[in-house]
Every structure is written in C-alpha cells, then in structure tokens.
C-alpha cells in the first residue's frame, strides 16, 4: 500500500468518520472552558468543524461551557504556569474530573484508537492546589461567553475565568481607537481622555479588517492609569487576544468592523453598556444617529493582489470561524495525483 494512499485512509476514514465527531468537539469545548482556555478555541474548533461538515456554532460554547467550573488555578485566571499544570497531571486529569462529573462523552474515539475515557480512566492528580476537584472548583464560572446585542448582532466573546467580577456589568464612555496603529500612538499620551470608567474600542482588528485578526484585542492599559493602580478595564475588539491575556476583554465582535458592522460606526464619547450575566454588549446610540453615520462610513480599500485579495475577498466572520468560505463543508480529505 503506498504512503499516500495510506494518507488518505486517515484523512478521509479515521480523522473525520470516526475521531472528529460532534461529541469530540464538545468534549474540546468543556475542556477548554475547564482549564480556563483561550478564546482563540472558539475560532479554531468552529473552522475545523466547518471544513469537515460537522455542525458547531458560536452559541454551542455559550451552552456547554459558561456553566462550567474552573479547575485548573493557572495564569491568567489564577498563579499558576503551565509547567506546573503540566505537573500536576495536566489535560488527562481535568478530563477524568469532566468525566465523572459526567460532563464528558467518555465514548468518543480518540487518535490512538481508544475512547477518551480509556485513556483519562486513572489519570492521578498530583497537586490540588493546582487542579481542584469539579466537586470543589478553582472558580465557579469558567469557559466562553457569547455576547450579543446592536454592537455584536452576530455574537461577540469574553473570556470569564479571566475578567474582573466588578467589571461583568458596567456602562462606560468609548474611547475609540480606529486602527492598531492609532492605538500605538495615542496610548502613552497623558493627555489622552480617558478614565477607569471608560470603555477602550478597538476597530479594524478582524479578519479583514488587519487583514488576518491578530491577537492586540487586550490592548494594554495607559500607562497614567497603570500609575494609579488600575489594573483592568472593558475593552472591546474586533481582533482576538492570546489565551495568556488577562482581563475584561470583548473580542471577535461580529460582523468587524471593515466588514461594515455597527463596531463601525462607533465614536468616543458614546455610552456602551456590557451586561455578561444578560450576554448584553450594547451600543447606546439610537438608530437615526446610526443610520447618519452609516450612511458617512467608506469601506476600507481591498488589497490591489495577491494572497493578500483573494483572502479579504473570501475570509469569514470570527462566529464562523474566520476560514476562507471555499474551504468550508468537508474539504481537504482528497489527495490530488503527482504534480512531478
């Protein structure tokens, strides 16, 4: 048998048919809320299951994983590094506490031909102080909070395990920063009008608008504030941010930006309102004053060639999964003939 004929059995048989099942997505989608893991698993799970035809949308996260518990007490939700997670018994030993807790398909395959539940069965746990039982959590509340509202009407993301409690309802003037570049000329700046109580916004980020949608979605805070002693504030992106980054961060607004959503036609000085409890992220301007101002709002140029083009012109929005739209629907198993 050839090697590329065996490549195919995997990619069209095991991988897809058998492994990457919907209970296999939602088993990654409680793990991820479990450890406290990164928003950046809403984008890469939902383009996987996209380009192989397994249905999974931004609202599953919200109803698997925000009623969760934190086990795992590691930065940026807790103290912790990696390395001691690591440690501690690692992924396996959350699994097993999903498991029991019966929050787990215990009978979804896995890649080395067993269930997932054969292989976390017996995982032991070596520090508890590190990964709390699911029993006695290291937080109550974990995983990913879908937000919607006429700033985010196709949803928008926070990271709960890593925001400030204080900050989970909150009203505050915008202070816009209309690019990353406007953002890094402008932060530093004492003059700037800006306050603890103020939402900092954050456009032209997503993945057309950068183009890409890089990780500068928690925008540092300014360094006057810092001084004294702020240490978090609401801030609302159309870009995403690392799973490292702490704070009360609202990503992946969609539609972004540059692709015309209201995140557009958003000014310094308005009121938004972010109420997580009541997945509320709202732009508190009336319609007529949107409408003006949508009406004045210029799209941004496309890319003139290259990758650069075919990418603006054919990337998704973050909710469904930020992949090229021709990728999409069980894509990428056939193995083309030899090209030498």
């Not at 406290?36 to 380009?51: D, E, P, Q």
């Not at 003059?191 to 183009?211: A, H, Q």
């Not at 360094?223 to 941010?241: A, E, F, Q």
């Not at 539609?255 to 000014?267: C, H, Q, S, T």
Request: with cysteine; aromatic share 6%; proline share 6%.
């Amino acid at each position: 048998m050839t090697g590329r004929r065996i490549v195919q059995m995997v990619r069209e048989d095991l991988c897809i048919s058998r492994i990457l099942t919907r209970e296999a997505f939602e088993n990654a989608i409680r793990a991820n809320a479990a450890i406290g893991g990164s928003t950046n698993a809403v984008i890469h799970l939902v383009a996987i299951a996209g380009r192989i035809g397994v249905p999974l949308c931004l609202d599953d996260f919200d109803r698997l994983g925000s009623g969760l518990p934190c086990l795992v007490d590691i930065q940026p939700s807790g103290k912790y590094l990696m390395e001691d997670f690591f440690y501690a018994g690692g992924l396996p030993t959350v699994l097993r506490e999903l498991g029991e807790a019966g929050a787990l398909h215990r009978d979804a395959l896995t890649v080395n031909g067993k269930s997932i539940w054969e292989n976390v069965a017996e995982a032991p746990c070596w520090n508890r102080d590190v990964i709390h039982t699911f029993a006695d959590p290291f937080k109550p509340n974990a995983g990913i909070t879908v937000l919607r509202g006429n700033l985010a009407p196709d949803g928008a993301v926070i990271k709960l395990s890593a925001a400030s409690p204080h900050l989970l309802q909150h009203r505050g003037r915008a202070v816009v920063f209309e690019n990353i570049e406007e953002f890094h000329s402008r932060i530093n700046d004492d003059p700037l009008d800006i306050d603890e109580s103020c939402v900092m916004v954050l456009k032209n980020c997503g993945p057309r608008g950068y183009p890409g949608m890089a990780e500068v979605g928690n925008m540092p805070l300014p360094p006057k504030l810092l001084r004294n002693g702020v240490t978090d504030m609401v801030r609302i992106s159309d870009g995403r941010m690392s799973g490292t980054a702490y704070g009360t961060v609202v990503l992946h607004v969609c539609p972004e930006a540059a692709a015309g959503g209201p995140l557009a036609l958003v000014r310094s000085g308005d009121m938004i309102t972010l109420d997580v409890a009541k997945r509320i992220v709202q732009l508190d301007v009336d319609e007529t004053t949107l409408a003006a101002r949508r009406a004045q709002w210029t799209p941004p140029l496309l890319p003139k060639r290259g990758w650069e083009r075919l990418y603006v012109e054919h990337v998704q929005q973050a909710h469904l999964g930020a992949d090229l739209d021709f990728l999409v629907g069980r894509s990428g198993s056939k193995v083309a003939r030899d090209s030498h």
